[in-house]
C-alpha cells in the first residue's frame, strides 16, 4: 500500500526512498533516439 508520493533523496545524491519508508517500485523505459525522432523500446505489455 502506498502512502505518499513524497520521495526523499539519500547522502549518494541518487537513491530514492518513500518519505515514510513504505515500499516503492521504479521502472524506465529504453528509448532508441533515430533520424525521425524517438521510439519507446520497453512498452507497457498489458
Known sequence: MA????????????????????????SEHTVAITEDGVEVLTLPSR
Open 3 to 26: 502512502d505518499t508520493d513524497e520521495l526523499v533523496t539519500d547522502a549518494d545524491g541518487w537513491t530514492l526512498r518513500s518519505a515514510t519508508g513504505c515500499l516503492t517500485a521504479h
